[in-house]
């Protein structure tokens, strides 16, 4: 993959028809073209942005940026030891993302209706056998390799698997990415006391706040949350106004399935489209964008919403958010509207890449939360599945 940029400029293809569909939209409309050649103009020909953040030659100009986009879309993703290892498309863009023209480039609502068309294309691939070449033992480009498996250290004793099949008997990069824990990996803690709110993914703590607003300048450096662009304006984000909001980011390595972190019944759940490679302008070069915009992206991007009643009074009515970010832009939800689900059990899942989630409380819920010692950053360290990360006081 470090030489796709490369081979895509020296081997022109025809564009895919959803690659060649944004060329199009693009050429038809004169403020969009003016944002594609100024930011090129305003990215730096400098170090870091003379190679994206993956080592590759970066992109000098939107016809570039298809034609490796284009090429991306044949390859599984293979392994490297950047943030943004398994986001090809990501790395393309990444440079983009913070300029003036690219923040409003990515932020258009047609743009991202091709986004999305690209991303359905390259996950109907990574759903198939053709991407199982990603899951090899190569030593340093492979899933299964030496390098990436530093990262996975116990993962034939954790995850369904078989170590005696070709590719561990997945079959596809999808199911890999998608796969489950055996059981009794993670058990969940305090199964029988509803005051016990659980992790609902394995993820590391990168936000708390409280006394959450419904609206906020959202896309200024401090990036503040905004419950009411959060909930995209859903009839029961006013009931929390005023709460409290835990945010928590996955990497490319964990376990990507959405487990209830209460028990109760499912009040709404449905997806939000959105934006697949908007990061917040005032963080400036993020070599791994948009990790350093996680907050600002809760109400931007792509995501779910799942609204649960807990069994808790002192709970009552919460949201899980489940937001995607670049490739990652696939959130499954598994559950529907009326059902009712124990703490613990699964209610959705990303597909194709690591991703960021939160906990929405109403103001009345008063918390204390047990974060293992940590101040929540992008340095925190990793709280297992349904270990406990709150109990609510009455």
């Known amino acids: 993959m470090r030489l796709l940029g490369v081979y895509a400029q020296a081997h022109p293809a025809p564009l895919l028809p959803p690659v060649a569909a944004l060329a199009q939209h693009v050429a038809a409309d004169a403020e969009l073209s003016a944002l594609v050649v100024t930011m090129f103009d305003e990215l730096p020909s400098t170090p870091p942005c003379d190679c994206d953040p993956t080592g590759r030659p970066q992109a000098r100009s939107f016809a570039q940026a298809l034609q490796m986009i284009n090429a991306a879309l044949g390859r599984p993703p293979e392994f490297n030891q950047t943030g943004i290892t398994g986001l090809p498309i990501n790395a393309i863009v990444n440079w983009l993302m913070p300029t003036a023209s690219g923040h409003k480039f990515f932020l258009d609502a047609d743009v991202n209706r091709c986004l999305k068309a690209i991303l359905d294309h390259w996950g109907r691939f990574l759903t198939s056998a053709a991407s199982l070449p990603a899951l090899s033992n190569d030593p340093h480009k492979g899933w299964f390799g030496a390098d990436a498996m530093q990262h996975m250290s116990g993962f034939d004793e954790e995850f369904e698997c078989d170590p005696a099949l070709p590719y561990r008997g997945y079959r596809s990069w999808d199911e890999f990415f998608t796969r489950?824990?055996?059981?009794?990996?993670?058990?969940?803690?305090?199964?029988?006391?509803?005051?016990?709110?659980?992790?609902?993914?394995?993820?590391?703590?990168?936000?708390?706040?409280?006394?959450?607003?419904?609206?906020?300048?959202?896309?200024?450096?401090?990036?503040?949350?905004?419950?009411?662009?959060?909930?995209?304006?859903?009839?029961?984000?006013?009931?929390?106004?005023?709460?409290?909001?835990?945010?928590?980011?996955?990497?490319?390595?964990?376990?990507?399935?959405?487990?209830?972190?209460?028990?109760?019944?499912?009040?709404?759940?449905?997806?939000?489209?959105?934006?697949?490679?908007?990061?917040?302008?005032?963080?400036?070069?993020?070599?791994s964008a948009p990790r350093q915009s996680q907050a600002y992206i809760t109400q931007v991007a792509s995501r779910a919403l799942v609204f649960i009643e807990a069994d808790r009074p002192g709970i009552g009515l919460m949201c899980f958010m489940a937001v995607g970010m670049a490739e990652v832009s696939a959130c499954e939800i598994t559950v529907a509207e009326g059902e009712r689900v124990e703490k613990g059990q699964q209610i959705g899942m990303f597909h194709f890449g690591g991703s960021t989630h939160c906990l929405i409380f109403r103001p009345e819920t008063k918390l204390d939360f047990d974060l293992r010692g940590q101040r929540p950053g992008l340095d925190s360290q990793k709280i297992k599945l349904c270990e406990r990360i709150a109990t609510v006081k009455d």
């Not at 029988?192 to 703590?205: G, L, T």
Request: charged residues 20%; contains cysteine.
């Open 180 to 287: 489950r824990f055996r059981p009794g990996q993670r058990p969940v803690e305090a199964p029988h006391d509803d005051a016990v709110i659980v992790n609902a993914c394995e993820s590391s703590p990168y936000r708390l706040a409280r006394g959450v607003t419904l609206q906020d300048r959202f896309w200024i450096k401090a990036q503040p949350y905004a419950l009411g662009r959060m909930l995209a304006g859903d009839e029961l984000a006013g009931r929390f106004d005023g709460g409290t909001v835990y945010q928590a980011f996955l990497s490319s390595f964990s376990y990507h399935r959405w487990h209830s972190p209460v028990s109760g019944r499912i009040v709404k759940a449905y997806v939000v489209e959105g934006s697949y490679y908007s990061s917040c302008i005032e963080e400036g070069l993020d070599p």
